[in-house]
């Protein structure tokens, strides 16, 4: 198993640019979660898939961020046009059927961010 | 609402001592988990122990153990026996079965081995 799986580990980027952060999760799961980690809010719930259906984005900062899950194996963050205040660590969780399987999430290495 | 505090944002404790994080929380949910995640300096999550609110035994992983406190809701970690690899952030969390499926935590607590 090789675990969540984010692309790219670091990405520095200049202000204004378009930011793409990719994810795969672990193949049978059937929920995704985009998390943001930094030193002033903690670790924040963006937005969750079930079933590559978008269910929750009440966390989603503001309409520069997006997020798809066009099939169950991948799933994408955009940031578009990135800010400074978007410098954060961008994790990428998966969970496999919660009736059947209990309510651990298993995250991804992370994509630590860094806006110019 | 839900939500986790971690009162402690610091702690240290010397190798092969025992030391006790403190986690409190809050719902209104009487069917949920609680976990505790490590974040080494690596920064990949990492679970390492889970409780089942409906189960009154407390949780044990080899040398972790939590105190789970229902009608307090309090969920304490205990690591016994420790080792300079458990140098980390420690994260309480908070999922709840019903509603939203957001798993909640706290801000953390930066645990330091002292050799």
């Known amino acids: 198993d090789a675990g969540v799986i984010q692309s790219p580990r670091h990405e520095v980027t200049e202000m204004g640019q378009e930011v793409t952060l990719r994810c795969k999760p672990i193949?049978?799961?059937?929920?995704l979660f985009w998390y943001r980690q930094t030193m002033m809010r903690g670790l924040e719930l963006l937005i969750y898939?079930?079933?590559?259906?978008?269910?929750?984005d009440s966390g989603m900062p503001e309409d520069r961020f997006s997020a798809k899950m066009p099939n169950a194996s991948f799933s994408t963050l955009k940031i578009q046009p990135s800010e400074p205040r978007d410098s954060a660590v961008y994790f990428c969780a998966s969970r496999p059927n919660r009736v059947l399987k209990g309510n651990e999430q298993f995250f991804g290495p992370g994509t630590r961010l860094t806006v110019l | 609402a839900q939500t986790v505090t971690q009162s402690q944002p610091e702690m240290s404790v010397q190798e092969a001592e025992t030391v006790t994080l403190s986690c409190t929380y809050d719902?209104?949910?009487?069917?949920?988990?609680l976990f505790w995640y490590k974040q080494p300096p690596s920064r990949q999550m990492i679970l390492v122990i889970r409780q089942e609110a409906y189960k009154q035994q407390n949780a044990t992983e080899n040398r972790f153990s939590v105190n789970f406190q229902k009608a307090a809701k309090s969920f304490s970690l205990k690591i016994s026996d420790s080792q300079l690899g458990d140098a980390a952030m420690y994260f309480c969390a908070l999922f709840s079965n019903f509603g939203n499926e957001k798993l909640t935590f706290g801000t953390g607590t930066r645990l330091t081995i002292i050799p």
């Open positions: 193949s049978g799961h059937n929920s």
């Open positions: 898939f079930n079933n590559n259906v978008p269910i929750d």
């Open positions: 719902t209104s949910e009487s069917d949920y988990y």
